[in-house]
C-alpha cells in the first residue's frame, strides 16, 4: 500500500488548508487512518485519527475544534482539514494507515503500518 499525501503550502494565521491522502489500494477502505505531523526538531506528533468507515474519529486536543478528519472510501482517500491555522501548527504532515486497525487506531504511532511520504504545512505569522 502507498499513500499520497498533498495540499499542504504556505498560508498565513488564520487562514485554512485541505490535505489529502490518497491511496494506492482499495483495501485501504477497511484500514483505520491518521494524520501525523513533524515541526522542524521535535518529535512526530499525533494529529487526529478516524476509522475504516469515518463513523468514529480521535483528535489531539492542540487541534480539536479547529481540524476535522473525513474519508471518502470510494476515492481511497482521507482528508484533513485544517481551520484557524496557527505558526504552531507549521511542519511537515504524514497520512498513515493500519491494517489491524478497523476502529480507530488512535495515538500510537506503531499502530500504523504504512505512512506517506509527507506534505509540508506553514503558517505565517
Known amino acids: 500500500v502507498q499513500l499520497q499525501a498533498s495540499g499542504g503550502g504556505l498560508v498565513q494565521a488564520g487562514g485554512s488548508l485541505r490535505l489529502s491522502c490518497a491511496a494506492s489500494e482499495r483495501t485501504v477502505s477497511r484500514y483505520g487512518m491518521g494524520w501525523f505531523r513533524q515541526a522542524p526538531g521535535k518529535e512526530r506528533d499525533f494529529v487526529a485519527a478516524i476509522s475504516w468507515n469515518g463513523g468514529n474519529t480521535y483528535y489531539a486536543d492542540s487541534v480539536k475544534g479547529r481540524f476535522t478528519i473525513s474519508r471518502d472510501n470510494a476515492k481511497n482517500t482521507v482528508y484533513l482539514s485544517m481551520n484557524t491555522l496557527k505558526p504552531e501548527d507549521t511542519a511537515v504532515y504524514y497520512c498513515?494507515?493500519?491494517?489491524?486497525?478497523?476502529?480507530?487506531?488512535?495515538?500510537?504511532?506503531?499502530?500504523?503500518?504504512?505512512w506517506g511520504q509527507g506534505t509540508l504545512v506553514t503558517v505565517s505569522s
Open positions: 498513515a494507515a493500519s491494517d489491524k486497525f478497523t476502529v480507530v487506531p488512535g495515538s500510537d504511532p506503531t499502530r500504523y503500518n504504512y
